[in-house]
T-cell receptor, first 115, second 111 residues
Framework: NAGVTQTPKFHILKIGQSMTLQCTQD?????MYWYRQDPGMGLKLIYY???????DKGEVPNGYNVSRSTTEDFPLRLELAAPSQTSVYFC??????????????FGQGTRLTVV | GQQLNQSPQSMFIQEGEDVSMNCTSS?????WLWYKQDPGEGPVLLIA?????ELTSNGRLTAQFGITRKDSFLNISASIPSDVGIYFC???????????FGKGTLLTVNP
């Protein structure tokens, strides 16, 4: 069972470059989320999606964009990367929104460094 | 927005000791979740709590949903080295069912 798959696992990006973090889930979940994790700061929600074609901002959306053209995929786009975007990024999914179905399944994360 | 205060920030304990950590919220929560994150992995759900006063166990882990609905506790009994990791409390934040996380408790267990 693949669950939530994120690629790449690691990446180094130069300031000003753009890249897309990929996330796909094979559980037919409606809700998908992108979080970033900084040391000692917990996880902060960047964007989320309640279904294909629908996305919404979380706590820290600036500098990011998302799309949800299919149920399975929820890519996160970084435009004009900045050092402040150095972080570990986690994608997650759940059948419905919390708290209706409480288990969010997480991918293994993408460790991104912007230099 | 919703804020979760989790304490302690870190704990260093000896194998076999019991551990307790807690989480408080600035507002009422209807659900409390406890996740564990192993090094290099994503968080994994340990326990979910749905009712005020609820006490739920999962092996050596026990969690409680506070009566005021503004706090929750997680206890680990007889700790073992594989308990090492970061423990997060989480709950629904705002009106759109977004999951809000505490800052985590880093647990180190010395064998």
């Amino acid at each position: 069972n693949a669950g939530v798959t994120q690629t790449p696992k690691f990446h180094i990006l130069k300031i000003g470059q753009s890249m897309t973090l990929q996330c796909t889930q094979d559980m037919n979940h409606n809700y998908m989320y992108w979080y970033r994790q900084d040391p000692g700061m917990g996880l902060k929600l960047i964007y989320y999606s309640v279904g294909a074609g629908i996305t919404d901002k979380g706590e820290v959306p600036n500098g990011y964009n998302v799309s949800r053209s299919t149920t399975e995929d929820f890519p996160l786009r970084l435009e004009l990367a900045a050092p402040s975007q150095t972080s570990v990024y986690f994608c997650a999914s759940s059948i419905d929104g919390i708290p209706m179905n409480t288990e969010a399944f997480f991918g293994q994360g993408t460790r991104l460094t912007v230099v | 927005g919703q804020q979760l205060n989790q304490s302690p920030q870190s704990m260093f304990i000896q194998e076999g000791e019991d551990v307790s950590m807690n989480c408080t919220s600035s507002s009422i929560f209807n659900t409390w979740l406890w996740y564990k994150q192993d090094p290099g992995e994503g968080p994994v759900l340990l326990i979910a709590l749905y009712k005020a006063g609820e006490l739920t166990s999962n092996g050596r882990l026990t969690a409680q949903f506070g009566i005021t609905r503004k706090d929750s506790f997680l206890n680990i009994s007889a700790s073992i080295p594989s308990d090492v990791g970061i423990y997060f409390c989480a709950g629904p934040g705002g009106s759109n069912y977004k999951l809000t996380f505490g800052k985590g408790t880093l647990l180190t267990v010395n064998p």
